[in-house]
C-alpha cells in the first residue's frame, strides 16, 4: 500500500484528496489549483456529493509526469 491509499476493510483503496490538500502538495494557492484544473494541467476532481476530491493516484501521477519532464528537459506546471 502506498502513500496514496488507504486500506477499508483491508483492501487497499485510493485516498482522496480536497483542493487544500492538493494545494499543500503543490505548495501552491487554492485559486491556483483550480487554475491548473481550468488549464488542464491537473485532473479534474470527483464529486462526492457536494464534495471535490481528488484521487492521490491521479495526483501522484501529476508529480511521476512532472519529474519526467524535468528530467527530459522540457519543464513543468506553468
Not at 483491508?10 to 505548495?27: I, N, T
Not at 485559486?31 to 471535490?52: A, H, I, M, N, S
Amino acid at each position: 500500500m502506498t502513500t496514496t491509499q488507504v486500506a477499508v476493510c483491508g483492501q487497499p483503496f485510493d485516498r482522496m484528496l480536497s483542493v487544500k490538500e492538493v494545494a499543500e502538495v503543490f505548495s501552491i494557492s487554492v485559486r491556483e489549483v483550480w487554475r491548473k484544473v481550468d488549464r488542464g494541467d491537473l485532473p479534474r476532481p470527483v464529486k462526492v456529493g457536494r464534495l471535490c476530491r481528488w484521487l492521490g493516484t491521479e495526483i501522484q501521477k501529476v508529480i511521476e509526469r512532472l519529474k519526467q519532464q524535468r528530467d527530459d528537459g522540457n519543464g513543468g506546471v506553468q
